[in-house]
């Protein structure tokens, strides 16, 4: 792990030994549980460290410190990027959401092992959650990794976020593409303009991106849509 404690610092990233140590505990039980389930695809230790733990940690290039701030983080599936976050802020206020059970009983006892709290798993589908008053503008950032295009992942993560709040997708090369048709729905749903960066995790890796966009009004409150329609026609 001394690699990732070496690739982070290039980004200007600090972990401490403690945190080290917890990403260790963390990539053991993802690999454990990841044969009786699918979690993820890699399984190679030191392609975890740099495809699923750094590039969840540079989300913070676009963040800043989130110490004390609200974090809700959608389709975490095994808890990327909000637990990686998590460990680098220990003071943050977390939410994972994912709509598939197993997933969220795994992110359970990686909480459970890492000794962290503050964190609050959420088995439930992103349309639901936006609804819910205790999640509805809520949350100071809301983060998707890999989910939908970003007409629909608008959908799902300006509903949670508060006025002066802001939402971060990760995306590859369609960030840019993603960015210029996703704007009706962004001023739809109370949204800013969105900004894209670019960054390399790795030298010799390919191109990240990070769009970002503020709420600037509250979101309208017929969105989102029920269960599925955002994603069969995306505004």
Not at 188 to 205: Q, W
Request: net charge negative; aromatic share 6%.
């Amino acid at each position: 792990m001394t690699a990732l404690q070496s690739m982070a610092a290039a980004h200007g990233i600090s972990l401490a030994v403690e945190q080290i140590d917890q990403f260790a505990t963390y990539q053991t039980l993802l690999l454990e549980w990841n044969e009786g389930m699918n979690l993820t695809a890699i399984v190679d230790p030191d392609a975890i460290q740099v495809r699923h733990f750094l590039d969840s940690l540079t989300c913070v290039l676009a963040t800043g410190d989130l110490s004390g701030k609200r974090l809700i983080d959608v389709g975490t599936g095994a808890g990327f990027p909000g637990l990686p976050l998590k460990i680098l802020f220990p003071d943050l206020q977390l939410t994972l959401v994912d709509s598939v059970a197993k997933k969220t009983r795994f992110l359970e006892q990686v909480v459970a092992a890492l000794g962290i709290d503050e964190v609050t798993i959420v088995a439930e589908r992103a349309e639901t959650v936006g609804r819910d008053a205790d999640h509805r503008e809520q949350y100071d950032w809301a983060v998707a990794r890999a989910v939908a295009h970003l007409r629909i992942l608008a959908e799902y993560l300006l509903p949670l976020v508060r006025v002066g709040g802001q939402i971060l997708a990760q995306k590859g090369e369609s960030a840019e593409q993603e960015s210029a048709e996703a704007s009706q729905a962004l001023r739809t749903l109370g949204g800013g303009p969105m900004t894209v960066s670019s960054i390399k995790l790795t030298d010799d890796g390919p191109q990240h991106y990070l769009a970002v966009c503020s709420k600037i009004t509250p979101t309208p409150q017929q969105y989102p849509r029920r269960v599925g329609i955002p994603q069969k026609r995306p505004l």
